[in-house]
C-alpha cells in the first residue's frame, strides 16, 4: 500500500467521507476570489479583504508546505429546532462543540502517520477559519466540484460537509488530481431560492445580503426587512442547499433546542454553560436574541 493511501484509509477509519490531495500553491478560483474582495461582496468580514495575500498559496500559512490533504466531514442534513418551531442553520449541532475544534482533533492521527514516516517535517491542520481557500483546494484534489450556490458538492452525498485541510511540507507520491466537472447543469434552483437575493447569480454571491452573514457576523440587530425574509430559521441559512438536487430531507427537523422563551429569558452565565463551546458561541445571546426577535417580529416581549 502506497503512502498516500495510508492517508486515505486512516482517514476514512477516522469518519472523514472524502480524503483528496493536491500540491502547494495558487488554487482554483484565486482570481475570481480577489475580484469578488475588489468588488467589496465580503460585507463587514474586513479579515478576508486583509488576508487574501494569505490565500495566495498555502505555502504562506505553513512555510515550506509541499502536499495539502483535503478532508470532507459531513453533519445531518436534519434542522435543529425549538418547541416552538424556528430552527437554525444545520451545521450548528447546538448539543456537540463546535465544529473547529472537533475536527481539528479528528484529523491529528493524520499528523502522525505523517510525521512518522517523514520525521523533521511540519504539518498543519486547517479548518475553516485559516487562511485558506478550502473550497479551491477541496476541488483542486477532486472530492467535489463547486455548485451554483458557490458550495463544495461531494457527488453522492450533496454539500452538508465541513472542510479540511493538512498541510505539509513532507513530499511524498499523490496520485494526479482529477477535478470534477460542475454538474449543475441548467439547474439555478438555488439562485431563484435565495431569500435576499444575496446569491445574484450563479457562483455570485454578495456576502453582505447573505442570511448566514447578517445572523452570525454582522454586528448588531437585524432590520424588519431582513427578520420577514427568515422564515424561522434565527442562525444561519440553508435555503440555498435545501433546493439543491444533490441534497436530501431537506424538511427534517430535530427538537434539539430550547424554546423561544428560554432563549430570550437566558443570561449570560447560562448561555455560556450550555452553548459556549458550540457554533452558537461565535455570535453570543445578544446577537441570538436579536435574531429571534426579528424572526418572531415582536411576538415575544423584551427580556434580559
Not at 115 to 139: H, N, T
Request: with cysteine; hydrophobic share 35%; aromatic share 10%.
Amino acid at each position: 500500500m502506497s503512502f498516500h493511501e495510508r492517508v486515505s484509509e486512516l482517514g476514512r477509519d477516522l469518519g472523514f467521507i472524502a480524503v483528496g490531495f493536491c500540491r502547494s500553491g495558487p488554487p482554483p478560483f484565486l482570481a475570481e476570489y480577489n475580484r469578488w474582495i475588489d468588488a467589496g461582496k465580503y460585507g463587514e468580514m474586513r479579515w478576508l479583504r486583509d488576508h487574501r495575500y494569505l490565500k495566495a498559496d498555502p505555502g504562506k500559512v505553513l512555510e515550506g508546505c509541499t502536499t495539502v490533504v483535503t478532508l470532507a466531514y459531513p453533519y445531518p442534513s436534519e434542522k435543529p429546532c425549538t418547541p416552538d418551531g424556528l430552527t437554525t442553520a444545520r451545521y450548528t449541532r447546538p448539543l456537540e462543540s463546535d465544529y473547529h475544534e472537533t475536527i481539528k482533533t479528528m484529523a491529528r492521527p493524520l499528523l502522525s502517520i505523517i510525521s512518522e514516516k517523514y520525521p523533521g517535517d511540519r504539518s498543519r491542520i486547517c479548518v475553516d477559519s485559516a487562511p485558506v481557500l478550502e473550497r479551491g483546494l477541496a476541488y483542486a484534489s477532486g472530492i467535489g466540484f463547486i455548485g451554483k450556490n458557490n458550495m463544495l458538492i461531494r457527488p453522492g452525498h450533496g454539500s452538508y460537509l465541513f472542510l479540511a485541510e493538512v498541510l505539509t511540507t513532507a513530499l511524498f507520491p499523490i496520485p494526479a488530481p482529477k477535478p470534477l466537472v460542475t454538474a449543475c447543469g441548467t439547474c439555478s434552483r438555488c439562485v431563484e431560492a435565495c431569500p435576499t437575493g444575496a446569491l445574484e447569480r450563479p457562483f455570485s454571491l454578495d456576502a453582505g445580503k447573505c442570511l448566514s452573514y447578517l445572523t452570525i457576523e454582522k454586528e448588531g440587530p437585524i432590520d424588519d426587512e431582513a427578520g420577514k425574509r427568515m422564515a424561522d430559521c434565527f442562525f444561519g441559512c440553508d435555503v440555498c442547499q435545501e433546493v439543491c438536487p444533490f441534497n436530501s430531507n431537506p424538511r427534517e427537523r430535530t427538537e434539539s433546542l430550547p424554546s423561544v422563551d428560554t432563549f430570550l429569558r437566558m443570561d449570560q452565565e447560562v448561555f455560556k454553560t450550555r452553548f459556549g463551546k458550540s457554533a452558537f458561541a461565535r455570535a453570543g445571546l445578544d446577537k441570538i436574541k436579536g435574531n429571534i426577535r426579528a424572526v418572531t417580529q415582536g411576538a415575544f416581549p423584551q427580556m434580559p
